[in-house]
């Protein structure tokens, strides 16, 4: 069983900064592959970024440069800093992770970004 815990959404002004945080329980987190995806009202939930277990990243393309996502292997976490935030960018922020074939998601947390 995996459980993941996401923490650090909140409200930020236009070009502000925010750095979310998902704590993963289990040994398995250091070989899994984590993403981050959101979803903004009314839309479907998009892809944002994964990390490898080897600390390879890659991104969705309107956040690239702005958004990095990083791991602590020793911590069982995943981060998400956003930087230069649009309000385009408010969403609930959730992490997934897939073990055992099946995927797992955390509760999510709320980022709004005002104009």
């Known amino acids: 069983q995996v459980q993941l815990v996401e923490s650090g959404g909140g409200l930020v002004q236009f070009g502000g900064s925010l750095r979310l945080s998902c704590a993963a329980s289990?040994?398995?987190?250091?070989?899994?592959?984590m993403h981050w995806y959101r979803q903004a009202p009314g839309k479907q939930r998009e892809w944002v970024a994964l990390?490898?277990?080897?600390?390879?990243?890659n991104y969705i393309d309107s956040v690239k440069g702005r958004f990095t996502i990083s791991r602590d292997n020793a911590k069982n976490t995943v981060y998400l800093q956003m930087n230069t935030l649009k309000p385009e960018d408010t969403a609930v922020y959730y992490c997934?992770?897939?073990?055992?074939?099946?995927?797992?998601w955390g509760q999510g947390t709320q980022v709004t970004v005002s104009s």
């Open positions: 990390i490898t277990s080897g600390g390879t990243t």
């Open positions: 289990g040994s398995i987190f250091n070989s899994k592959t």
């Open positions: 997934k992770t897939i073990a055992n074939s099946r995927e797992y």
